[in-house]
């Protein structure tokens, strides 16, 4: 007779649900676990390794200190932060923008996605992806059932590649992606890993066919400050007959440098947030209540200082400028050829020109994943394989890059340049 | 727009109990016995903890651990292996979500599918019902009920009947969700009836959903007792946790489900495609104060003792104030509430907003607009087609300091309310 202990192990009942199916996977786990050694220059994960602004790290501990905001708060939102993101928002979108009712607090930009595609996404459904995208968004749009359809951002074979305003959309190509069972578009603007920044002109087009298709937009600006000379952040959501069908996402940490405080939010019309916010009365309820109040604190501070430099908002893309042309640099001089990103904070590097031989490395992998992988063991230095960012049929076009995150301390780049310095000596 | 908008599982969860009723309490000026969390602080080493974290670097501010900060991970594990007497691994075996709730929706999404049955006992914190079958599963219903009809004066009095237990297991039922402490009636489930539980889900091969939330809360010389303890269980429960209930911190939204790896791995996947991480900071604060009640626990020091000393009293002075006026509270044995029958009240709720609503939502709005003190109605804590037969049952919490005071000796901030005993008398009047 078989035990107990050994049918349960292989019992039919304790199978995972077939959401997740094929969903264990995931780029950073494995990333991260690499480059948690401290020998190693981690330029791979997203996240600054400089302080945030001291006032944001105040007001946590300020609030953590009152007694009524340790206790829950209202689900949607604390109603402080809500104010604050309000007027800030109303500010930047140029109109009034209801806290309570087009306004959703979640766990990070990812809880934002997260109840977007949970609340209007489903069996059925397709969703348009652009490549490369953050990794996340396939999985999400699986998991709600739907089935995405990639489409990649393109170089133009003539130039060199140097800005990542040289990746653009085939507008054809792009049309021939909507039908009549499209539900979304995800876009995110600037873009991660490439850092490109859409103008309005591209933004355009995408609307049109959001209006003429009857498509809803998921508009990922998390990082809607890091911008740099020269170029401009344009909300899809306002442009003509945007607003109505498009959820703009946005992030705390990104905003302020703590990803570790995982607050974001969802911003857009009542009709489509009201299903979001019912997504999230069902899964989390509410947000940490002290963390909001923080940021609350920080958007307000800062929303008086708007349009001077000593604001966060602009003097962060100010400073990370700075870094991003010193890396720009570096990695020229050693061999590679960066794609300079005009927002955000990567930059993807075309390592082609080096003629790394990785053929000893026998794993079926892209050429990317062994690169980084070779670097982190021969050269201590970490990044993120850019394949990582796009579906299968895509991946000779971007095997060999790889992304760089340069939200760094100087200290830190100035390991970055000794190794990169050293690159062709044995 | 022309097509339906909003995806087909959110249909017909768009209202929700606390969404409604915090909102109808912030537009009155009540006196708030409703929504579950203290009206006092946490401890104050808890609130040290999280500024200490908060200077401790700026890794502190930045992502972690997906699955946990390893810190919290490692002494959660620490912690409740000494309890259950096994090994636990913190980084296979433990994971921390956004409070309990998400464990509970994290738990519900990686496991229960289409076509799927889910035992829920009633009554039932609320949010069972929506998150299985957002799931795509099917609740299926068994009551607690009092032993002696028209007196259970005690939480210990509901009971679930066995036979009716073993009748909602069959081959489609794939989990039971059991709450103990039970949110709202305060049971505390004795080892028998869990070991009833437990013998169905090893026969039936069903997975056992615990809800421990209130853990530590005991009252009388309850203890509490880990289903996942019980042998043939810990490789088919989720236990559940929280740091907001058991440090009086709600606020934080710290919480963790604990399980064997094999069931645990598909709640990481699931976490890892929704959340993906928790916050650092918080964690690190609620691993200290797990670390300082592991070294004094058991003893006086120890908060996880502390607290429920301190509510002990704040649940027989409740008590006693609803009996003074004619009400029947039901003692609970464990937990933050006390359910109270209304049936001996009659009033007159000349309410038309509510008319068609269950009675004790109209006594809980017609008590909150009216008398100035919030409650919540236990019929929102059963299924639909129980629910008109449980309409005479509200639910108090008394983890609140307003319940000690006299009007006499309180700061400015309180001097507007009333105590317990005049709140109580204005009912009737």
């Not at chain 1, 890993?193 to 990922?220: M, N, Y």
């Not at chain 1, 000794?418 to 000596?425: R, Y």
């Not at chain 2, 594990?77 to 691994?89: L, N, Q, S």
């Not at chain 2, 002990?312 to 004619?326: D, T």
Request: glycine letters at 6%; hydrophobic letters at 40%; aromatic letters at 10%.
């Amino acid at each position: 007779t078989v035990s107990v202990s050994m049918t349960f192990m292989t019992s039919v009942k304790q199978k995972n649900a077939k959401r997740i199916e094929g969903l264990e996977k995931n780029v950073w786990v494995a990333f991260t676990s690499v480059a948690s050694d401290s020998s190693i220059v981690n330029l791979g994960q997203g996240y600054p390794d400089i302080p945030p602004p001291s006032y944001v790290t105040e007001g946590l501990a300020q609030a953590v200190m009152v007694d009524r905001l340790n206790q829950y708060t209202r689900g949607f939102g604390h109603p402080s932060l809500v104010k604050a993101l309000s007027k800030v928002y109303g500010k930047v979108y140029g109109r009034l923008i209801d806290p309570f009712k087009e306004i959703l607090v979640t766990v990070g930009a990812y809880g934002s996605l997260m109840s977007s595609m949970q609340a209007l996404v489903e069996e059925g459904d397709e969703v348009v992806i652009i490549e490369p995208f953050y990794d996340c968004y396939v999985p999400m749009v699986r998991m709600a059932g739907a089935k995405p359809v990639l489409i990649p951002l393109r170089t133009s074979s003539k130039k060199t590649n140097f800005s990542s305003a040289d990746w653009v959309l085939d507008q054809d190509e792009l049309a021939s992606k909507f039908n009549s069972k499209t539900k979304a578009i995800i876009i995110n603007t600037p873009n991660n890993p490439i850092g490109k920044v859409f103008t309005r002109s591209e933004l355009q087009v995408i609307a049109d066919l959001c209006i003429k298709h009857d498509v809803l937009c998921f508009s990922d600006e998390v990082y809607e400050w890091l911008i740099y000379r020269g170029h401009e952040h344009v909300k899809i959501a306002t442009l003509p007959g945007m607003w109505d069908r498009t959820i703009t996402i946005g992030s705390a940490g990104k905003t302020f440098s703590v990803t570790g405080w995982k607050l974001g939010w969802s911003i857009g019309p009542e009709h489509l947030v009201k299903h979001l916010q019912t997504v999230m009365q069902n899964t989390l309820y509410a947000c940490a209540t002290p963390l909001q109040e923080a940021v609350a604190r920080g958007l307000l501070h800062d929303f008086e200082l708007m349009e001077q430099p000593d604001c966060y908002f602009s003097s962060l893309a100010v400073e990370l400028q700075g870094k991003r042309d010193r890396l720009a640099c570096i990695l020229q001089q050693a061999g590679m050829s960066p794609v300079v990103p005009e927002g955000g904070y990567f930059m993807i590097v075309d390592v082609t020109a080096l003629n790394q031989d990785l053929s000893h490395m026998e794993e079926d992998k892209p050429y990317d994943y062994k690169f980084v992988e070779w670097m982190i063991k021969e050269k201590k230095l970490a990044a993120i394989p850019v394949t990582a960012f796009c579906g299968d049929e895509s991946r000779k076009q971007f095997e060999k890059y790889i992304r760089l995150c340069f939200i760094k301390q100087d200290s830190t780049l100035d390991a970055a340049a000794t190794i990169l310095k050293n690159w062709s000596k044995a | 727009m022309s097509r339906q908008l909003h995806a087909r599982r959110v249909e017909g969860f768009d209202k929700n109990i606390w969404v409604e009723f915090t909102q109808l309490i912030s537009d009155y000026k009540v006196v708030n016995l409703g929504q579950g969390f203290p009206d006092f602080g946490p401890p104050s080493f808890m609130q040290e903890a999280y500024c200490n974290a908060i200077c401790g670097g700026a890794s502190m501010h930045q992502y972690t651990r997906a699955f946990g900060y390893p810190r919290l991970v490692k002494i959660i594990a620490k912690f409740f292996g000494r309890i259950m007497g096994r090994e636990i691994d913190p980084m296979e075996e433990v994971l921390i979500t956004v409070g309990a709730y998400h464990a509970l929706f994290c738990t519900f999404q990686a496991l229960v599918d289409e076509g799927d049955e889910v035992i829920i006992v009633e009554p039932f914190f609320d949010c069972y019902e929506p998150m299985v079958m957002m799931a795509g599963g099917t609740p299926v219903y068994i009551p607690l009920k009092p032993v002696i009809t028209g007196s259970a004066l005690s939480s210990a009095d509901w009971l679930l009947c066995p036979e009716e237990v073993a009748s909602k297991f069959n081959p489609r039922t794939k989990a039971i969700v059991i709450n103990t402490p039970n949110n709202p009636l305060g049971k505390v489930f004795q080892r028998d009836e869990l070991q009833m539980i437990a013998d169905l889900c090893i026969k039936h091969d069903v997975l056992c959903i615990s809800d421990e939330v209130y853990e530590w809360l005991t009252y009388d010389g309850e203890h509490h007792i880990k289903i996942a303890s019980l042998p043939g269980m810990w490789e088919r429960t989720v236990t559940i946790g929280s740091a907001g209930k058991s440090f009086c911190a709600t606020g934080w939204k710290v919480g963790w489900a604990m399980c064997s790896g094999h069931i645990l791995k598909h709640l990481k996947t699931f976490h890892q495609n929704s959340v993906y991480h928790c916050p650092t900071a918080p964690q690190e604060a609620v691993a200290v104060g797990f670390q300082r009640e592991y070294d004094v626990f058991g003893t006086e020091e120890s908060y996880f003792r502390q607290l429920p000393a301190q509510l002990h009293a704040k649940r027989l002075k409740l008590a006693k104030s609803l009996r003074s006026v004619g009400l029947q509270p039901i003692l609970p044995q464990g937990g933050y509430f006390m359910t109270t029958d209304i049936s001996s009240l009659k009033v007159e709720l000349n309410d038309p907003d509510t008319k068609d609503e269950p009675y004790d939502y109209r006594f809980v709005k017609w008590l909150i607009k009216e008398k100035g003190l919030a409650a919540i109605p236990v019929s929102g804590f059963y299924s639909p087609e129980h629910r008109a037969d449980f309409q005479n049952y509200i639910r108090f919490c008394f983890v609140k300091v307003i319940l000690l005071m006299d009007i006499q000796n309180e700061s400015e901030q309180y001097r507007e309310n009333y105590t317990c005993k005049t709140f109580f008398k204005q009912i009737i009047s």
